[in-house]
């Protein structure tokens, strides 16, 4: 095999996502691509209240309802969660929480549990 040029930088292969400090979720392309959701715009949000658990759903035209918007960036997406994070009791997050993923039908899905066990208890 010979040299090919390699263009697979930083977190476009993270197979993993990441809640920021600021509430935003963040997708890198290589779970976009994954889910075959690089045209998408939108998502709708799911949750599972008895096990923390959190689905996303990625739609390329906007949904008729309960829509979320994606932003852009360039190793990803970021959608806001903050009344996601709310609903669960998570108030404040000291640090950012990267997390593994599973598929569950067309949604992209993660648990909240360790999230929630490590914010700050004073702000929920």
């Given amino acids: 095999m010979g040299l090919r040029k390699f263009t697979e930088y ?8 990441t809640i920021r400090t600021n509430d935003l ?3 890198s392309k290589s779970i976009i691509k994954q889910f075959d959701a690089e045209q998408a715009e939108y ?3 799911y949750i599972d ?16 309802t ?12 970021t959608i806001n969660i903050a009344p996601l994070l709310r609903f669960f ?3 404040k997050l000291d640090k950012k929480f990267i997390m593994n993923i ?8 993660f648990s909240l549990k360790g999230i929630r066990l490590h914010a700050k208890k004073d702000k929920i």
């Fill in 25 to 27: 979720l963040f997708i």
């Fill in 102 to 109: 599973k598929q569950e039908e067309k949604k992209l899905v």
């Fill in 66 to 77: 309960d829509w979320r918007k994606i932003s852009k960036e360039k190793a990803g997406v």
């Fill in 89 to 91: 009791g998570i108030k």
């Fill in 49 to 64: 209240e008895d096990s923390y658990l959190a689905g996303i759903e990625f739609f390329k035209e906007k949904p008729d």
């Fill in 43 to 45: 998502v709708v949000l």
């Fill in 10 to 17: 930083g977190a476009a292969l993270r197979t993993d996502i």
